[in-house]
């Protein structure tokens, strides 16, 4: 019998290229979307269900879940894809737009695994990868929405690894650097008020590197490959990075510590 995978945010990205490899490699796949109706390549996919999903929605969340059930019987691994990045002074921000930040990342997330959790629970297995980030551990200026809810992510799955474990279940957490996607594009978010001239500059120079950044960003294979490996090596393993800037802020953090890297931040935005 194959195993089962559900992906959020498979519509573009990380979560549309994980769903292709996994149903490549034999895996049944339920690959969600806010706008599965826009969807014209995982449709057309062998043993794929392309289910609608919106983080923010419970009643999508459980219904997708039920979906998938019905389908394939059984879930074997849960991928909290889903999100986005909210970029900007804080202070520009208004509390809508926060709380949708932190609704996506960090309470959508919360939402999809405690749909599943019982599932995993009765069939004492089940792996629950979150896909997190570099910036779940370090962080670039005028991002403090966005690593706030990777930093969440980072501690929800440390701590959730204890009760898993108890029925026999895994937490993952997979930690991709700068990945050439539209996250720069429709999953981005920047906000900035301009009447708030104290944060002009940096951000004048932070949008003028990050481009830059992004244009030698990592493929998405190299993320898919580090997914698969994470939901395949039968390892104990908790953090799985992906790509070589996370790689190198990793090891740097590591054996240099946090003031050095704030003091290379600030040589490489030039603040």
């Known amino acids: 019998m194959n195993k089962t995978i559900f992906i959020t945010g498979a519509s573009s990205g990380i979560g549309k290229e994980t769903a292709k490899l996994f149903q490549s490699k034999g895996w049944n796949v339920i690959a969600t979307m806010r706008n599965p109706e826009k969807e014209t390549e995982l449709n057309q996919l062998d043993n794929v269900l392309v289910a609608k999903l919106d983080v923010l ?37 208004p509390r809508e737009r926060v709380l949708k930040q932190f609704n996506t990342n960090v309470i959508g997330l919360l939402d999809v695994t405690r749909t599943i959790l019982p599932h995993f629970r009765y069939n004492k297995s089940g792996i629950i990868i979150n896909i997190s980030s570099m910036g779940g551990k370090m962080t670039f200026p005028l991002g403090s929405l966005y690593h706030g809810t990777k930093f969440a992510v980072e501690g929800i799955s440390e701590s959730l690894r204890y009760e898993v474990e108890q029925f026999g279940g895994k937490v993952k957490i997979v930690e991709p650097g700068a990945i050439a996607t539209d996250f720069a594009g429709r999953s981005f978010d920047f906000n900035h008020d301009e009447n708030l001239k104290e944060y002009n500059n940096i951000v004048t120079k932070i949008t003028t590197v990050f481009p830059l950044m992004i244009k030698n960003a990592s493929t998405t294979d190299v993320v898919t490959k580090v997914i698969y490996e994470a939901a395949t090596d039968g390892k104990n393993k908790l953090r799985y990075m992906a790509g070589k800037d996370a790689k190198m802020y990793n090891f740097m953090n590591k054996l240099l510590g946090y003031n050095f890297i704030v003091s290379m931040n600030k040589k490489f935005f030039k603040l």
């Open 57 to 93: 929605e419970l009643n999508s969340i459980q219904k997708a879940f039920q979906d998938g059930i019905q389908k394939f019987g059984k879930i074997d691994i849960l991928i909290n894809n889903a999100g986005y990045g909210a970029y900007g002074p804080l202070e520009s921000f």
